[in-house]
């Protein structure tokens, strides 16, 4: 699908590592953060007056000039990576952005997104007109017992009131792209090995890397480190930082085929999710869609949240076969008609792997267990994430002290638990709630048959709500989530 301007290449000429050409003045340090812990210890100045005509490639990073050190190093150019790296280099800041693959890459996804990744893509600056290659949706169509419910998006101050669809080997494209436009080098190839620490303090002061087709060992240093390398994480891991076992683990599959209803105008979602060789024939706590792509396919799959109540031995490839198969005639399904195989990748949710700071490293999206208990969605809290670490980053490099900055950057795990404490801890129970189908079938019923209630619950799930309204809803959905217990509980 076509789209902004700046992916007319699909590899541009790496801007300047000086940073942007314009917007803000860059924001410096007097001294790098951790101090003495630091190499050289001096302040930075932002390196070289940018040469006229003068185009680095992705194997500037490792040339030993000044280009394999850096302000921030953001590892990982997926959603979060890269809308943390737009933010801080958009400030002036010299940023790092490694990506272990080259683009464009496949990453599993359901592809749709909600009104709250819309907000952030807008605020990137990106261009989310059909014209441009996004295909909009109106809301979320519920397909359950027989029964088909749509529910659109509301309108609200704080998000536009459409959706978006588009195949993440492009949308995760676009989005690094935009971050290098902003002033981001980024370097595709760069397989982060570990991080480089001091040995005084621990702390962390760059990372190693494989660069390139021939895994050329390179070593890149900045004073602080932002992990976005997803689910699996290495960073976080060699940095000591595990996964909590008490949170829910999600598991999504997905494939394409082509449909004639690949321009449906509403995500959709079927609840009654079974495993057709349980005898009982049990709900499964997920459900399945079908996202129409707008380019003659749909994406189909399924998601699944571990509540602990979900047998082991279930072949979900085989599931979503099966499932496909009893798709209405309507859809066009049959086996013949799908473009690309299945594909799998786990779902870490409810901010899962913390201290989401300490030492040097921030973690944001997957990495950090963004993703939502309640609905899988992961896109628009990562991006999210991204933008809350690149703010706490910005404040934190105009501190003078080693304890201003420390403070500052510890504003980041604040932020994500203001605004994920409650709506994850009430996803977190929705998921356990799931691990009773009968519960699930009567609540099910029940809010299929109830307009007002199924749209306060749509609303709760999809966590769109008004900041200060004072609709009714909307002061109940505040409040369920100030009474919803902490993620640090």
């Known amino acids: 699908m076509p789209g902004p301007a700046e992916q007319s290449s699909t590899r541009p000429a790496q801007p300047d590592p000086a940073g942007p050409s314009g917007g803000a003045e860059p924001v410096r340090a007097a001294e790098p953060v951790g101090g003495a812990g630091q190499a050289g210890g001096a302040e930075r100045t932002g390196g070289a007056e940018p040469v006229e005509g003068a185009e680095p490639t992705a194997a500037d990073g490792a040339s030993g000039t000044g280009a394999d050190t850096a302000d921030v190093i953001v590892v990982g150019a997926g959603p979060a990576g890269s809308t943390a790296a737009y933010h801080l280099a958009r400030t002036g800041l010299d940023v790092l952005l490694l990506e272990k693959s080259a683009f464009p890459r496949e990453k599993v996804c359901g592809d749709g997104l909600t009104p709250r990744a819309v907000r952030q893509l807008i605020d990137l600056g990106i261009d989310v007109s059909e014209s441009a290659g996004w295909l909009h949706n109106r ?11 749509e529910l659109d998006w509301p309108e609200l101050s704080a998000y536009p009131g459409f959706g978006l669809v588009r195949r993440r080997a492009d949308f995760d494209e676009l ?20 991080p480089v620490l001091d040995e005084r303090t621990g702390r962390i002061t760059g990372v190693t890397a494989r660069l390139g087709e021939e895994r050329r060992p390179v070593t890149y240093r900045a004073p602080l480190v932002v992990a976005a390398d997803g689910n699996s994480t290495r960073l976080s891991l060699a ?64 998601g699944v949240v571990d509540t602990g109540a979900v047998p082991r031995e279930v072949d979900w490839r085989q599931l979503l076969r099966r499932w496909c198969d009893d798709l209405p005639a309507e859809y066009g399904y049959h086996p013949e008609a799908v473009t690309e195989p299945i594909r799998g990748s786990a779902l870490p949710m409810g901010l899962n792997r913390q201290p989401h700071y300490a030492d040097g490293l921030l973690l944001v999206g997957d990495a950090g267990g963004t993703v939502s208990p309640a609905t899988g969605e992961g896109i628009a809290y990562a991006m999210e994430s991204g933008r809350f670490a690149a703010e706490a980053i910005v404040q934190a490099l105009a501190r003078r002290t080693d304890r201003g900055r420390d403070l500052a950057l510890r504003a980041y795990p604040q932020a994500l638990r203001a605004a994920y404490d409650g709506y994850f801890a009430l996803g977190r129970l929705t998921a356990a709630a799931l691990s009773h ?40 959905l505040h409040l369920l989530g100030r009474l919803a217990p902490s993620s640090r509980g």
């Open 139 to 149: 809301g979320l169509r519920i397909v359950a017992g027989g029964r088909r419910v």
């Open 175 to 194: 989005l690094a792209r935009r971050a290098a436009a902003a002033g981001a080098r980024l370097v595709e190839r760069a397989n982060v090995a570990g």
């Open 239 to 302: 940095m000591r930082r595990y996964r909590r076992t008490d949170r829910a683990m999600g598991v999504a599959y997905r494939t394409y085929f082509t449909t004639p209803r690949h321009e449906d105008r509403y995500l959709e979602a079927w609840l009654d999710l079974r495993d057709p060789t349980d005898p009982a024939r049990r709900l499964l706590p997920g459900y399945a869609w079908v996202f129409g792509m707008g380019d003659g396919t749909a994406n189909i799959g399924l």
């Open 437 to 476: 189908p009968r519960l699930v079938g009567a609540a099910g019923a029940a809010g299929l048959g109830n307009p007002a209630l199924l749209r306060a619950a749509f609303r709760l799930m999809v966590n769109l709500t008004e900041p200060n309204s004072r609709d009714a809803l909307d002061r109940l």
